[in-house]
């Protein structure tokens, strides 16, 4: 039997919300394992594995130092998934790119779980251990512009947003978003089919599997992931990298999905060996 820690932040809500390493731990539970479940700081648990869950994009160094007592730290390396550092496409106001471009928070999921624990550390008058900087939240969808010359001064000016090239994976009228989850050894990759140039489930009218590129294989290596999610496109024959999240969501429950869970969680013996 093994014990896995899933070390969340203080205040993420974790057993509230329903993310996709709750199913995993299920899975686990289910096989024999022991989950035990760190909220904040204090009093963590003995154990064989830790995974690290703090639903920020970056991890505060205090997590990271804790995390240390653990043997195998699950994402123990991916600290740090803003787009300055996921994003290949970043663009300044100089640059000779002629397409349409993007405006994102720099910040991951538009930096709502920020701007939420913010308010939630001003409330129990406690100092925030966010990242150094603005905290920016903006409002979904992310801002589509036709060129670099329309984007404001404003927004050029404002450390906490990024502009990228706008690269849309688009066919007869409809765009298309793929999602590759992996834990450790074990993955899916499925391509969903949107109404809008942004592909969210709203707009979702279809989906099938999809292969892993292995441009996106050396980017889950560069950014030290070892389970996530990478949302990407195929853009002109290339892939390219969106969003890197190491505390994904877990999809509406069905047969499929309940199967394919179970084989994700199988990946932890591989983690283990790592």
């Not at 892993?212 to 070892?226: M, T």
Request: net charge negative; glycine share 8%.
């Amino acid at each position: 039997m093994t014990h896995i820690v899933l070390i969340t932040h203080t205040y993420d809500k974790f057993r509230e919300r329903s993310f996709l390493l709750g199913s995993l731990a299920g899975h686990w539970l289910d096989a024999g394992h022991e989950v035990s479940l760190a909220e904040g700081l204090g009093n963590w648990p003995d154990g064989d594995v830790a995974i690290m869950h703090v639903d920020l994009s970056v991890v505060p160094n205090a997590y990271s130092e804790a995390a240390k007592r653990y043997a195998v730290v699950v994402n123990g390396a991916a600290t740090d998934v803003r787009k300055k550092l996921v994003s290949r496409n970043l663009l300044t106001a100089n640059d000779a790119w002629t397409g349409p471009v993007i405006i994102k928070t720099d910040l991951n999921y538009s930096g709502i779980p920020e701007m939420q624990a913010a308010q939630m550390f001003q409330r129990d008058g406690k100092p925030a251990d966010l990242p150094p900087g603005p905290i920016v939240s903006t409002t979904r969808p992310y801002q589509i512009l036709r060129s670099i010359s329309d984007v404001s001064g404003d927004v050029w000016a404002n450390p906490g947003l990024v502009v990228e090239r706008f690269l849309p994976e688009q066919d007869a009228g409809a765009y298309w978003i793929r999602a590759w989850v992996f834990f450790g050894d074990r993955e899916r990759c499925t391509r969903y089919r949107g109404t809008h140039p942004i592909v969210k489930t709203a707009t979702i009218v279809g989906r099938e599997l999809a292969p892993v590129p292995e441009e996106l294989r050396a980017e889950r290596e560069r950014l030290g992931f070892d389970y996530g999610k990478f949302d990407f496109v195929v853009h002109d024959g290339r892939a390219t990298l969106f969003d890197a999240n190491r505390t994904p969501s877990a999809p509406p429950s069905s047969p499929e999905i309940d199967a394919s869970n179970a084989h994700l969680a199988g990946g932890l013996e591989a983690l283990m060996r790592k």
